[in-house]
């Protein structure tokens, strides 16, 4: 995650998480990216069902592909998270309000002192689960929003999939729940993201993560749609003018992009650009952020309990938590694809290998550089900065 506003609009310092000692189980959650121990934050896909088809889902989602995790293996998996030492769990799906347990089981999170928070499309949300919710102390309801009506429906595959995604994110705002957006953009919806900002003002949603396209499930079919690099970086220029206007307005919203770690060099190169006197200090916290985070800071639990190095990478299988504990497998170090991706700088290849940005940007997205190319150390291809902005360029330091 490279947090835009954190970033440009100096709402973050490195004093902000050394205060805590970068230590992830003290640190507030919206200094988690800045940890020095990266304990990772862990998607469990409790289920694979949905009500909708959307294109881009990377779980490729259907009724059922076998037994998901039972109520108690789910709580014994909170556990092992809660022992582990894990920050957060993130509910997802499919939809994870088609499990009829995800309340208790998003209760039993926090009384084990886990954040929990929840990934929906929000078409399910009424005022008994958000009033649930609220009385469990979930931290967190990121909703989907792929474009406005017209879009967003067709992305999801159901006509008024927009209007129940909003009546979603206005009863949780109701209730008292901090809700944000997920938006995940190609060339099809890339043009929403203005209107996408305007919501954001006339809402007062205080939340929006922008996703990169990554080219696995549903999403592989997509793969030709993603933004050029031209686009991208238009697209960035978009993001970081639209987060100014909002905080001109005295509208604080959190906003970040995620899945193309490229855009912090991106926004630090802009800020010297720019004469922008906070651009050392931005340096600092991207250096502490460290880029993708992979097998690291980001974990992956399948609703049968296969363990992934992330939500997109459902082709590299770790372990299953109903075989050995999650601990365990996130630490075998007699398991080498999962050592080297700890230490992934090294073994990445092509100009990765070489981009004096590579400390701050950990080689961008591993699973979208096999989907494209077939190799998981090659180049990630939705990297869009020049040779020139990546070379050992003292002036860039």
């Known amino acids: 995650m490279i947090g835009i506003s954190k970033l440009y609009m100096g709402q973050v310092e490195a004093s902000d998480a050394i205060r805590y000692g970068r230590d992830s189980a003290r640190l507030p959650s919206h200094l988690l990216q800045f940890s020095n121990d990266k304990k990772p934050v862990v998607i469990w896909n409790v289920t694979r069902k949905c009500n909708l088809s959307c294109r881009h889902c990377y779980a490729a989602t259907s009724e059922s592909s076998g037994p998901e995790l039972s109520h108690e293996e789910g709580k014994k998996l909170i556990d092992d998270l809660s022992s582990f030492g894990c ?96 938006f995940t953009v190609c060339r099809e919806n890339v043009g929403e993201i203005p209107g996408i ?119 590299k299988i770790l372990g299953n938590v109903r075989e050995r504990s999650f601990g365990e497998i996130w630490s075998d170090k007699n398991n080498a694809f999962l050592m080297k991706l700890k230490e992934k700088k090294r073994y990445v290849t092509g100009r990765c290998s070489t981009c004096c940005f590579l400390e701050i940007c950990g080689g961008n997205f591993r699973a979208r550089a096999e989907a494209a190319t077939g190799d998981i150390w090659a180049p990630d291809p939705a990297c869009y900065l020049s040779d020139e902005e990546i070379s050992d360029n003292p002036k860039w330091k």
């Not at 939809?95 to 009829?100: S, Y």
């Not at 206007?245 to 509208?251: I, P, V």
């Open 87 to 182: 920050p957060v769990i993130l509910f997802s799906g499919g939809e994870p309000l088609a499990r009829p347990d995800l309340t208790e089981l998003a209760e039993y999170a926090v009384s084990k002192g886990l954040r929990a928070v929840i990934s929906t499309n929000g078409t399910l949300i009424d005022e008994t689960i958000a009033a649930k919710f609220k009385k469990i102390g979930l931290s967190y309801v990121g909703i989907s929003l792929d474009g406005l009506r017209e879009v967003h429906d067709r992305f999801r595959g159901h006509q008024g999939a927009f209007d129940d995604a909003m009546r979603g994110i206005r009863t949780c705002m109701a209730a008292g729940l901090k809700v944000g957006l997920r």
């Open 197 to 315: 900002f305007k919501l954001i003002r006339d809402e007062k949603i205080p939340r929006i993560c922008i996703y990169h396209l990554v080219y696995t499930g549903r999403g592989a079919s997509l793969a030709q749609g993603d933004l050029d690099h031209k686009q991208a970086r238009a697209l960035m220029d978009t993001i970081i003018e639209e987060t100014e206007k909002l905080y001109a307005a005295g509208q604080k919203t959190e906003v970040l992009t995620v899945d193309n770690h490229c855009d912090g060099p991106y926004l630090y190169l802009k800020m010297l650009g720019e004469g922008n006197p906070r651009a050392s200090k931005v340096m600092e916290l991207l250096r502490m952020n460290a880029g993708n985070s992979s097998g690291v800071g980001v974990a992956c639990v399948s609703w049968d309990g296969k363990v992934h190095p992330d939500q997109f990478w459902r082709n």
